[in-house]
């Protein structure tokens, strides 16, 4: 089982920068994947980035060039750096990761709690 705590989320004005962090604790043989999604009222869940084992990353294209995603393997961390944050960002903001189990290696899927940001003025 992964366990995935949270933090960084809150209120900023237009413009502003915030950042989210995800940090995996728990007994798996190795985590893959990590990224960040995100929920706004009345809207699905939507991929905001990604950055997988090797480093390599993707991001939505309505944060390219605002938002960063960056992992800390030693501390089994991922970071969203989020900057120009517009008030369209609001939204709940939830942790994932791609963890093989330690016996079968099998690949399953974890998700934080959920982390509120709201932009706005």
């Known amino acids: 089982q992964v366990q995935l705590v949270e933090s960084g989320g809150g209120l900023v004005q237009p413009g502003g920068s915030l950042r989210l962090s995800c940090a995996a604790s728990?007994?798996?043989?190795?985590?893959?994947?990590m990224g960040w999604y995100r929920q706004a009222p009345g809207k699905q869940r939507e991929l905001v980035a990604g950055v997988t084992s090797g480093g390599s990353t993707n991001y939505a294209d309505s944060v390219k060039g605002r938002f960063t995603i960056s992992r800390d393997n030693a501390k089994n961390t991922v970071y969203l750096q989020m900057n120009s944050l517009k008030p369209e960002d609001t939204a709940v903001y939830y942790c994932?990761?791609?963890?093989?189990?330690?016996?079968?290696?099998?690949?399953?899927?974890?998700w934080g709690q959920g982390i509120q940001v709201t932009v706005s003025s």
């Open positions: 994932h990761v791609e963890a093989l189990d330690p016996i079968w290696h099998r690949l399953t899927n974890y």
């Open positions: 728990g007994t798996f043989f190795s985590i893959n994947a």
